[in-house]
């Protein structure tokens, strides 16, 4: 009977594959829809691993301050000294959470100012920022982490790859497929890709490529392969927040050569998906572009129900 039950369950079900370069926000969107429809929560279980996070970002955040040459560093380097001579894992706790307590969240303070102050929430990693802003919580001993903490952060999700969400007396199954392709037996019979792309990482280059070029090749390279031919692509273009905010200092035609018009966010963005829609091959399935701010519980609502509207919707035409 249970396996009866299971072999009705799987003709119900519904593949996604969850992808997209390494930090594009996969995690961060799947734990947003495991929050909102499956009261999914194991946030102080992350608790250590934050505050480990902020405290190592202390001195990188620190060594940037100097080379922007923030005056509040020079405060700072009798502290740092000291740090930099810490060996066990004991000694740092023991700094960070009990010794310097005060001097180190009133650090923290300052140097979220100026960041804000100098507009340079641009060039640091969201995740620290944030983690920055909220030191004087996440450096306490009894410190819990709250969902808002778990987001923001850079946490990979460990055992969730095979989640189940059901809709509509379907099942919705997101699947994030292993780098080295153990998986893709099971994968290639998925009715969604669902594809995750870095906004923020327009400005960047690494080897002289501009990582979102990279990622337009890597997206061309995944979605059409004959196996997903029919696949529906859901593009997710995430992190519009990061790109609105660099556009009030970075030129995208600086970054992107061939990009012609105006720096507004509008058209930046038009052209963008503009750029990744004509990458399909095949003509008989469509691309669905979605822009997203993952941090955004409402905005990722959104895309969620945009997602189960494409799949239920292409179901039915099959
Ligand atoms: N500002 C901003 N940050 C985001 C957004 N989505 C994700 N992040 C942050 O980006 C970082 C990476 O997000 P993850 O969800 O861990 O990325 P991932 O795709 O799962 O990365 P891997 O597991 O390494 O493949 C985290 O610090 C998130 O807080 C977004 O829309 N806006
Ligand atoms: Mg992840």
Request: with cysteine; net charge neutral; hydrophobic share 40%.
């Amino acid at each position: 009977k249970i396996l009866e039950k299971q072999g009705q369950q799987m003709k119900l079900e519904i593949k996604l594959l969850l992808c997209g370069k390494e930090s594009s926000g996969k995690s961060t969107l799947f734990r947003q829809i495991m929050n909102l429809y499956d009261n999914h929560n194991d946030c102080t279980a992350y608790s250590k691993i934050i505050q480990t996070q902020l405290r190592q970002n202390f001195v990188p955040m620190m060594q940037f301050l100097s080379r922007v040459k923030a005056d509040i560093v020079d405060e700072a380097l009798p502290l740092f000294e000291r740090f930099s001579k810490l060996k066990t894992q004991e000694e740092l706790e023991y700094f960070f959470i009990i010794d310097n307590y005060e001097q180190l969240t009133s650090l923290a303070a300052s140097a979220s100012q100026f960041i804000n102050t100098h507009s340079l929430q641009s060039v640091i990693p969201w995740n620290a920022i944030y983690q920055f802003q909220e030191a004087p919580r996440i450096l306490q001993p009894t410190y819990e982490a709250t969902f808002e903490d778990v987001l923001n952060s850079k946490i990979s999700l460990k055992q969730t790859a095979f989640k189940v969400f059901k809709q509509q007396n379907r099942f919705l199954r997101f699947i994030m497929p292993s780098e080295n392709n153990i998986w893709l037996k099971y994968y290639q019979d998925s009715q969604a890709i669902v594809y995750v792309v870095n906004l923020d990482l327009f400005d960047q280059k690494k080897d002289e490529i501009n990582l979102l070029i990279e990622q337009m090749r890597e997206f061309d390279e995944f979605i059409n392969k004959t196996e997903f031919k029919d696949c529906e692509v859901i593009l997710i273009l995430n992190k519009v927040d990061r790109l609105e905010i660099k556009l009030t200092v970075t030129q995208f035609s600086t970054c992107i050569l061939d990009y012609k018009g105006n720096n507004s966010f509008e058209d930046v963005s038009a052209f963008i998906q503009m750029k990744f829609q004509r990458l399909n091959k095949y003509r008989k399935r469509n691309i669905h572009t979605i822009f997203c701010n993952a941090l955004s519980q409402q905005t990722v609502g959104g895309v969620y129900k945009n997602i189960v509207e494409v799949v239920l919707q292409s179901e039915m035409k099959s």
